[in-house]
Each structure stands twice: as structure tokens, then as C-alpha cells.
């Protein structure tokens, strides 16, 4: 019996096992063939898509021709810009011609050099005075600056550059040899300024532009060894030796900076071609046949080929304005072959492929001093303080009804600290305390250095025990001898950008708002100017003094960066910031197509723009006819790489990114005819009867701020 069960379950466990395996191999051709039903309905759609996307392609490129045609009747516009800015200089230089007010024209050589001879040979050196004509000699100084910023290369010659830069260089010199003239003449009658309490002269006299804090040691009192400059809040605490000295000191505090060697930028940058109809369609058919090299010649073509050498160039001999002028000369070559082949476009030098600038900055000397202050990298903010020990002049005496003084033709004398005799022994420090302007914004704890006349540049070493008092906007340190020192702030410290957004506020209207890691600014547009709206830090509204005013988006620029609040990358600014480097085709030209439909259309930051690579930008688009603010739901997605845009079915809150295209939509050559296909015939009114000057002036804002690469 035991035995018969055991054959019996033998038997049922073959049977068991035959029916696992029969089960088994059912499953297995089961799942292949689902496995195959699936890779064939997955086949299907891939080919469906490819299908779908082949379409698209085709009937984009069979449009292209007929839509970059259309653009560039669009394009059209910033050539109208360029030729009223063209009429408006040469309007200026004439109207500047017949005005006969009495100052001189800084433009003309005989003009400018009469105005600087005739000042040299006066001898009134009454200290209002002198601050009055130095607002003249600032007007000119600016008016040359302007016109070396602002004036295409083909417009102006090089021999003009050198004449502009020397004269800017002769009144600066000029200007500093009248304000120590006029400090001469003050401390020679020192008894009109006596203070009643400790019997030494004080004087603090000031305008808009330059404060003179002067303090003679008359008495020679220890105890009147320090000083503080009440109106101003600046002071100083002398060593012993200087106490009991015949010892002036100057503290001049001028807002602006004669000192930096001269480092004016021309608008000698790549340039971006606007092709005619012709060029577009042969443009368009040779990105068909040759997509990669048709790439690479875009990618290459904003960097002019003297560029390198140019940017080489001007940072080995940044105070050299003859040898600057070599380097534009070069760019007249450049560009005079450029507008052999078309009409072109300014686009500032800042905008080129960080790959050519970095193969550009291996040729560049690295500082090894790190004492040395990397100008590319700090800004100087809120002026120049010339602190200086003088030797007292002979004292005015009066004899009955005459006042008399002996004449030396020395000039005004520098008091030696540290005395020679003590070079090589210690000698006590300077004390120093500067109240900082209320004008100017330190984001971080800002940066003293010392102006090093032998090397031309600003030094920290010779410096010390430097305290910064934020809330109460002084700063107090100590120096081993007297300096001309400076303020300096990083002037990246607002970059990267948190957010923008640029939107249509009315007819040739239109707000742009950049959001810092520190501050909001708002930008305001309307006609051909722009104006500072706004600067809130920390929710409060600050540097009141400078907004509400209508300007040029290069005076604006100016203005902001002299109050610390830099939103402009410089050339150089992508080796101090962690940069989303973005092809220049791409970003360039999307500021175009931007700037050329931002009557009616809202644009603004999208997080997806770091993901989508370096060929291609991503921003938030939303159009925009009333002056509300726009609703999270109002906004789409939008790729553009220079030559294909398209929306994007992803929204801002989606979890990855991606590149597949919103339902029931197409890829279009130009970011304006994408826009059309939802637009309104109202948004497209708009779009046509824009400006020229409103549509120029927000491109020169985009290209300024770089909001698609520096956000």
C-alpha cells in the first residue's frame, strides 16, 4: 500500500509539474506577443509623430520664405531707429553750432583748447567760483562721453576718438589743478574760517557734484589732534607728530571718478546682419541642406573677426586712449566689409559666445598682485575721496588797512607722512571715518582702495582695520599714509536675476521689471526714452533722487550703476557669474522679436530656460492689451532657438521639462508669426503700428540687462 501511494504521487507531481510549464509557456507567448502588440503600436505612433513632425517641418519651411520676408518688413523699423538717432546727432551738432550761448563746443579743437587757456590764465581763485565753471567743465567732460558712447564707429573717425579722449583727459587734469588752486587761496586765509573753540580753521564747502572738507592746524595742540567735519559727518584722527605740525588736511570728496584710468567702450561689438528677402530665402534653403554648418556660421557670426584681437587689446592698456584708438580703427575695416553685404544692427560687444571670450582671455596677463583690484570685477560706487596731508602756505597779515602775504611759486605743497627719515621705522596709522552717501546703495560691506599713481590702479594694501557701520552709513579705517581713496562693491552682486518680466503699460508703453537677490527695479518705456520707476530694497522704496526722470537707456544705465544698483553685465561679467550661457543667435535674436511685438505682448522668466540648453531660450509669453496684471493661467510656454519657434505643452509648474509641442500647434521660422497663430487682430494692430523709437529702446533694454542669459 505505502508503495502504490507513493507511485501515485509521483505521477500526480509530473502531472502538476507538466501543467506549471504548459502555464508557464502560455504566459511567456502571452506577454511577447503583448510585448509585440506594444512595441508595434509604439512603433506606429513614433512613426506617426515622425509623420506629424515631417509635416510640420515641411510646411514650415515652405512658409519660411514668405515669413522671414514678412519680419524683416517688420525689421525695418530698427533701421528707421538707427537713421532718426543719425538725423538727431547731426540736428544737435548744428543747433550745438548756432546757439552762441557762450561755452565752448568740446567737439572743436580750437574751441575747446581757447575755454582751457583762457581758465588757466585766470587767476581768481575764489573756491565758488572755481566750483561753478567746474560744472561747466563736468557738462563737457559729459558731453564728450556721451558722444564716444553713443556714436556709431561709422560716424566717427579715429583721429576724433584721440581728440575727444585728450580732451577729456586735459579738463580732468585741469579741473583738480583749479580745485587745488582754489585750496591754496583758502589756507592762506585761514582766520576768515577760524572755529571760536579750539581756534584751528575749518571749512566745509560743497555743491552737487564736490564737497572740500579743509582743516589747518593752527594752534598746534595735541588735543586737537582729530576732527569731524560737522555738515558732513567726515573726520580724522592724526598721529602725534602731524598734531604739533604745520599740517593742513583736505578731505575732497568728488562724485565722480577722474581718477580710474579712462576706459570709454564703443559700440565696436559683433554686429547681426538684417537680411533682405533675398538673403533670407537662400538663408533658409541652406539651413535645409546643411543644418550643422549653417549652426556653427550663426553661432560665429556675432563675433566680428577683430574682436579677439580688439578685446585682447584694450585690456592689456586699459588707460591708453591712443592705443584704444588702434583697436576701432580696426573695427572700421570690420564693419566697412559688413555694410558691403547689407545693412547692420548695433549689438554692444557684451553680447558674443563666451567660448570665443574665453579663447580670447587665455592671451590676457592674469593678476598675480591680489592686492590689485580687479576692475572687472568691482565697480567703484559713490565717488572719490582725495584725503591729503598739505603744508600750510604763508598766512595773510594785515598791516593797518593792507593785507599782505608772501607769494611762493611753489603751489599747493604735500605734507610728507610717513617723513622720509621714518620709512623703514613704525609709524602710526591715519585714522579715517567717511559718512557714505544717502545717493548711493552697498548691497555688501563695500570694498576701500587706495589709488596706486605709479601703477595706475586701486590697491587695498595700506589699509586697515576697516569697520562698516551699515545702519549708520559710515565706515572708518586706518592708512599708513594719505590716499585717494575709493569705494568699491562687486558688481555682479545683483546677478544672477530672480525673475522679469516685460509688459505693455499703453500705446508705445511698456514696464520691465528685474528682480534681485537685493532689489526690484522698474523700468519704464514710452516713445524713444525710458525712466527709473522704481528701486525697492527689503520692500522699501529707495534712491528717490534719480527716478521719475525721462531719459535715454544710455544715461539710465549710467545713472544706475554710479548709484550701485548694476543690472548691465559687462563683457566680461560671465567669468564672475555662473552664467546660462545662450547662443547669441538665439538670445539676440529673440531681444528683436521681443522688442518688436512688446506693444502687445507680456514676456517673462520661465525656470525651463536652464533646461533647454544653450541653443535655445524659453520664456513665458502672454498678450496683453489691458493695464491689469496678468493671471498665472494667462501665460504659455514658448522655445525659440533664432530660426524655429514653437510653443511648448509643458506650463511653469510641470515636474520636467520637455519639448514636445502643445496640441494643435505648429513650429514657425520667426517668435512673430508663432505669436499671430493666437493672437488677436487687435494684438496684431498693435504689434504694426508700433513705434519705431519705442521698439528700439526696449531692444536696447534687453540687450543691456541680458535677462535670458544672466537669469
Not at 580670447?360 to 593678476?367: D, G, H, Q
Not at 545662450?582 to 531681444?591: G, N, T, V
Not at 522655445?639 to 514636445?660: C, D, R
Amino acid at each position: 500500500k505505502s508503495s502504490g501511494k507513493k507511485k501515485v504521487s509521483k505521477a500526480e507531481q509530473l502531472r502538476l509539474q507538466k501543467e506549471e510549464e504548459e502555464k508557464r509557456l502560455k504566459e511567456e507567448e502571452e506577454a511577447q506577443l503583448q510585448a509585440q502588440q506594444e512595441e508595434a503600436a509604439r512603433l506606429e505612433k513614433e512613426r506617426i509623430e515622425q509623420e506629424q513632425m515631417e509635416n510640420l517641418e515641411a510646411k514650415d519651411q515652405e512658409r519660411r520664405e514668405s515669413e522671414l520676408a514678412e519680419l524683416h518688413s517688420l525689421e525695418q523699423k530698427f533701421l528707421s531707429a538707427q537713421q532718426w538717432k543719425t538725423d538727431y546727432r547731426a540736428n544737435a551738432k548744428w543747433e550745438r553750432y548756432l546757439s552762441c550761448d557762450g561755452s565752448p563746443d568740446p567737439t572743436v579743437l580750437q574751441e575747446i583748447n581757447t575755454f582751457m587757456s583762457l581758465w588757466r590764465e585766470d587767476r581768481n581763485e575764489d573756491i565758488q567760483l572755481v566750483m561753478e565753471k567746474g560744472e561747466q567743465v563736468l557738462n563737457l567732460i559729459e558731453k564728450l562721453q556721451f558722444l564716444l558712447l553713443d556714436t556709431p564707429p561709422n560716424e566717427i573717425t579715429e583721429k576724433e576718438i584721440v581728440q575727444y579722449q585728450e580732451s577729456i583727459l586735459e579738463l580732468q587734469n585741469l579741473l583738480h589743478q583749479k580745485y587745488n588752486e582754489a585750496t591754496e587761496h583758502l589756507l592762506k586765509v585761514t582766520n576768515m574760517y577760524e572755529d571760536s573753540e579750539t581756534g584751528n580753521m575749518q571749512a566745509v564747502i560743497k555743491d552737487k557734484n564736490v564737497t572740500f572738507c579743509i582743516w589747518a592746524n593752527l594752534k598746534k595742540k595735541v588735543r586737537f589732534k582729530n576732527h569731524v567735519f560737522c555738515d558732513v559727518e567726515h573726520g580724522f584722527d592724526l598721529p602725534k607728530s602731524l598734531a604739533v605740525s604745520s599740517v593742513a588736511v583736505r578731505i575732497l570728496h568728488t562724485q565722480y571718478d577722474h581718477i580710474s584710468p579712462l576706459r570709454l567702450q564703443y559700440q565696436s561689438g559683433p554686429k547681426l546682419e538684417v537680411l533682405d528677402s533675398d538673403e533670407l530665402t537662400q538663408h533658409s534653403k541652406d539651413n535645409v541642406e546643411e543644418p550643422e554648418e549653417e549652426e556653427k556660421t550663426d553661432r560665429e557670426e556675432p563675433s566680428m573677426p577683430a574682436e579677439e584681437e580688439i578685446c585682447s587689446h584694450e585690456r592689456k592698456s586699459p588707460s591708453s586712449f591712443k592705443e584704444n584708438s588702434s583697436s576701432v580703427a580696426g573695427v572700421h575695416e570690420a564693419e566697412e566689409k559688413t555694410e558691403k553685404k547689407s545693412e547692420i544692427m548695433d549689438v554692444p560687444s557684451q553680447v558674443q559666445d563666451p567660448l570665443m571670450q574665453e579663447k580670447t582671455n587665455e592671451k590676457e596677463e592674469a593678476l598675480t598682485d591680489d592686492n590689485i583690484v580687479d576692475l572687472q570685477q568691482f565697480v567703484l560706487v559713490g565717488g572719490v575721496y582725495h584725503i591729503d596731508a598739505l603744508q600750510l602756505p604763508p598766512q595773510v597779515k594785515q598791516i593797518k588797512d593792507w593785507n599782505m602775504v608772501e607769494l611762493l611759486d611753489v603751489g599747493l605743497e604735500a605734507y610728507p607722512y610717513p617723513p622720509e627719515e621714518a620709512e623703514e621705522a613704525a609709524h602710526p596709522p591715519i585714522h579715517i571715518t567717511l559718512r557714505l552717501s544717502d545717493h548711493v546703495m552697498y548691497f555688501e560691506d563695500p570694498v576701500i582702495a587706495r589709488w596706486d599713481p605709479a601703477g595706475q590702479q586701486w590697491r587695498t594694501d595700506g589699509i586697515s582695520n576697516v569697520t562698516y557701520k551699515k545702519q549708520e552709513q559710515s565706515i572708518t579705517f586706518e592708512m599708513d599714509a594719505f590716499y585717494t581713496i575709493a569705494l568699491l562693491q562687486d558688481a555682479h552682486c545683483n546677478m544672477l536675476y530672480r525673475a522679469w518680466e516685460l509688459r505693455p503699460t499703453g500705446v508705445d508703453e511698456a514696464l520691465l521689471r528685474v528682480t534681485t537677490v537685493f532689489a526690484t527695479v522698474q523700468i519704464q518705456i514710452k516713445g524713444n526714452q525710458c525712466m527709473l520707476s522704481s528701486v525697492a530694497v527689503e520692500e522699501k522704496h529707495v534712491l528717490s533722487h534719480v527716478t521719475g526722470k525721462w531719459t535715454s537707456p544710455l544715461d539710465l544705465r549710467a545713472t544706475l550703476k554710479k548709484a550701485g544698483v548694476n543690472i548691465f553685465p559687462g563683457e566680461y561679467s560671465y567669468k564672475y557669474v555662473s552664467v546660462n550661457k545662450k547662443a547669441p543667435l538665439a538670445e539676440i535674436r529673440a531681444y528683436q522679436q521681443m522688442a518688436l511685438v512688446a506693444s502687445a505682448f507680456a514676456f517673462a522668466w520661465s525656470k525651463w530656460n536652464l533646461e533647454a540648453g544653450q541653443e535655445k531660450v524659453v520664456f513665458k509669453v502672454s498678450e496683453h492689451l489691458k493695464a491689469d496684471s496678468i493671471e498665472d493661467k494667462d501665460w504659455s510656454l514658448y522655445m525659440f532657438n533664432g530660426q524655429k519657434a514653437q510653443k511648448l505643452k509643458i506650463a511653469e509648474t510641470s515636474e520636467a521639462f520637455s519639448e514636445e509641442l502643445e496640441e494643435d500647434t505648429e513650429f514657425h521660422s520667426t517668435l512673430y508669426h508663432m505669436l499671430k497663430d493666437f493672437a488677436s487682430k487687435e494684438a496684431l494692430d498693435k504689434v504694426e503700428g508700433a513705434s519705431f523709437l519705442f521698439i528700439d529702446v526696449v531692444y536696447q533694454l534687453l540687450l543691456a540687462t541680458r535677462v535670458l542669459t544672466y537669469s
